[in-house]
């Protein structure tokens, strides 16, 4: 019985052992070398890092400006109608009864809203401004507001 509890727990210190590693340096070798010359593990360098490569940044002479990329322009959807119309009325939530019959034989009026870029540069838009409206092939009654008449 004892001899089984024995055997049981110099297995387990063996295993132990081999999980950290400490059986490869016996410990009085640890206590007479001085903490330099005891030889550590290499740590790994991580292969990927969180951030692409960055290119080299190239020297600019004082007072000169980094050339400027050509300002991006947004595919125009083919399947969009352009029209130019007159706003009529003034609704809420900026959007506006346009009348189209300038430009095409529709009689009625459209309702049309203002565009993401027309709104973020507050552009004012008034009843009597000329306007360009896109309208989807799908739904001919309504449309959205891309450019203001000057």
Do not use: H, W
């Not at 340096?25 to 001085?34: D, E, G, H, V, Y």
């Not at 322009?73 to 352009?82: D, F, I």
């Not at 049309?112 to 989807?136: H, P, W, Y």
């Amino acid at each position: 019985m004892m001899a089984s509890l024995l055997l049981c727990v110099l297995i387990l210190i063996i295993v132990l052992l081999e999980q950290t590693n400490a059986y490869y340096l016996p410990s009085t070798q640890i206590l007479s070398q001085p903490a330099a010359t005891i030889k550590r593990p290499v740590q790994m360098t991580r292969l990927y890092s969180s951030q692409p490569p960055q290119p080299p940044k190239t020297p600019f002479k004082k007072g000169q400006a980094p050339p400027r990329l050509p300002p991006r322009q947004k595919a125009a959807n083919p399947n969009m109608l352009t029209i130019d119309g007159k706003i009529i009325e003034a609704l809420p939530n900026a959007a506006f009864k346009v009348d189209i019959s300038m430009s095409c034989a529709v009689k009625d009026p459209i309702l049309a809203m203002v565009s993401g870029k027309i709104r973020k540069n507050f552009v004012r838009i008034v009843v009597g401004d000329i306007v360009t409206v896109e309208l989807s092939p799908v739904d001919l009654s309504r449309g959205r507001i891309t450019f203001r008449k000057r």
